[in-house]
C-alpha cells in the first residue's frame, strides 16, 4: 500500500473539511480576553479557561444585536461554527450569538450604561432642576391605554382640580417605544407648553423596561428644559431614567402626589398665614406706634430749635476766626525765621572761600603731577639700563652661546642630560649651529 504524502495545503483543506463537517455550529463558554476592534467594526477576542484558548471573532452585524458590551474578563456563553484559518494553520470560533454566563444580557447592559452615565456626570445633583410649587400646566408622558394613566388623573384632579394637564401618549414598550419617548420629550421642550412632565408606566420586567434603561431616552431626559419627574415601575424597580430624571417617584400614584398639593389644604394654610400676617401687622403698627409717640416727646418747639442753632453756628464762626489768626500768625514767624536764615547763610560768600581753595589744590595737584612724571621717567631709564644687561641677545654678542635639544628645545646646562650622538642646537648671537654630541668631559 502506497504511503499518501501530504502538502501543507493539502493537510490544511483537509483538516478545515474535518473540523466544519464535525462542528458545523456549538455552544461553548469562556472567559473574554484581548478584545481588539479595529475600524471594520469586527470585534477580534480570545476565548480562555484555565488550561486552553481559542481566537475567536464577532461580525459587525451580530455585534450590533447584542444588548451589552463585550468587556475583557467577561464570562460568556456563546453559539458559533468552528473554521479554520488556512493561511495561518490556525482554527478560530466565528460567534453568532453571545450572552454573559450566569447573568441575563439585559442586566448587563443597564449596569454598564449606568456606569457610563454615571462617569459622564448625568446623575449629579447639581444637575438636578428643582420642581414647580404649584404649576399651572402638566404634561404626562405614558401609554394612554393603561391604567397608570387613569391613576395619575384621579389623583392631580383630587388634590388639585384647576391644574391643566397634556397627556402626550407613547409606547411604554416594545420596539418603537424608545423612540417614541425620545420624540416626547421634544415636543414637551420645543413648545414650552409645561411646568412640568411626569413620565409614568406600571411595573414589568427588565426587558419590559428596557425603553426607560436606554441611553437615548436618558440623554433626552437630561437635556430637557422642563422638570421631569420619572415614576416607572413599582418601588423596587430602578431605572436609568430614574437616575437621570430631576425626582424619581417610586411608583407612578405618588408622582401625581409630588406633582400637585392638595387645594384644601393650600387654602387652609393660607387662611392660617393670614390669620397670623395680620396679627404680626396689628403688633407692628402697635410698637411703631407707641414709638413715635415716644419721639414726638422728645421734639423740641421749631423756635427754641432755630435759636440753640444760632448759638452753635455763632459759637464755631468766633473759633473759626480765632484759628485763622493763630494760622497766620505762625506762618509770619516762620518766614522771619527762614529769611534771617537765608541772610546768615548766604551762599555768595561760601562759593567764593570753595573758590580759592579749589584753586590751591588745583596748583598742588599739577605739581605734584609733575614731580611724579620726573621720578617715572628716572626709573624707566633705570629699568631699560638693566633689561639690556640681561637680554640674552647681548649675552650671545659678548660671544656666549646657548645650547637646546631638538626637538623638545630644552636648555642645556648639564652635560649629565645628553647622550653620545645626540643632536643639539647651539644658538650664537647670529644663527643657530645643529651639533652631534661625540664625547662628555
Known sequence: METKIYSVTELTSELKRLIEEKYPFIWIYGEISNISAPLSGHLYFTLKDEAARINSIIFKGQLKNLKFNLENGMSVIGFGRLGLYESKGAYQIIFEYLEPKGIGS????????????????????????????????????????????????????????????????????????????????????????????????????????????????????????????????????????????????????????????????????????????????????????????????????????????????????????????????????????????????????YIIQYKEKVNNILSNILTLINIININNRHILQQSLGKLDTLNPKAILLRGYSITRTIPQKQIVIDSNNVNIGQNLEVLVAKGSLICSVERKI
Open 106 to 349: 439585559l442586566q448587563i447592559a443597564y449596569e454598564q450604561l449606568k456606569a457610563r452615565l454615571s462617569a459622564q456626570g448625568l446623575f449629579d445633583i447639581s444637575h438636578k432642576k428643582e420642581l414647580p410649587f404649584l404649576p399651572e400646566n402638566i404634561s404626562i408622558i405614558t401609554s394612554p391605554t393603561g391604567s397608570v394613566l387613569y391613576d395619575i388623573l384621579n389623583i392631580i384632579n383630587r388634590r388639585y382640580p384647576d391644574v391643566n394637564i397634556r397627556i402626550i401618549p407613547v409606547k411604554v414598550q416594545g420596539d418603537s417605544s424608545e423612540s417614541d419617548i425620545v420624540a416626547a420629550i421634544k415636543l414637551l421642550n420645543e413648545y414650552s407648553y409645561s411646568d412640568v412632565a411626569i413620565i409614568a408606566r406600571g411595573g414589568g420586567s427588565l426587558e419590559e423596561l428596557q425603553a426607560f434603561n436606554s441611553e437615548p431616552v436618558a440623554k433626552a431626559i437630561f437635556e430637557s428644559s422642563v422638570p421631569i419627574i420619572s415614576a416607572i415601575g413599582h418601588e423596587t424597580d430602578y431605572t436609568i431614567s430614574d437616575f437621570v430624571s430631576d425626582y424619581r417617584a417610586p411608583t407612578p400614584s405618588v408622582a401625581a402626589e409630588i406633582v400637585v398639593p392638595i387645594k384644601d389644604e393650600l387654602k387652609n394654610n393660607i387662611n392660617k398665614f393670614n390669620i397670623s400676617l395680620s396679627s404680626h401687622y396689628l403688633r407692628f403698627f402697635e410698637y411703631n406706634k407707641n414709638n413715635l409717640n415716644r419721639l414726638i416727646k422728645r421734639i423740641k418747639s421749631p423756635k427754641r430749635k432755630i435759636e440753640d442753632m444760632i448759638i452753635k453756628n455763632e459759637d464755631l464762626y468766633r473759633r473759626i476766626i480765632r484759628s485763622k489768626i493763630n494760622i497766620i500768625k505762625q506762618l509770619r514767624n516762620r518766614y522771619m525765621n527762614t529769611h534771617n536764615k537765608i541772610l546768615i547763610n548766604n551762599p555768595v560768600k
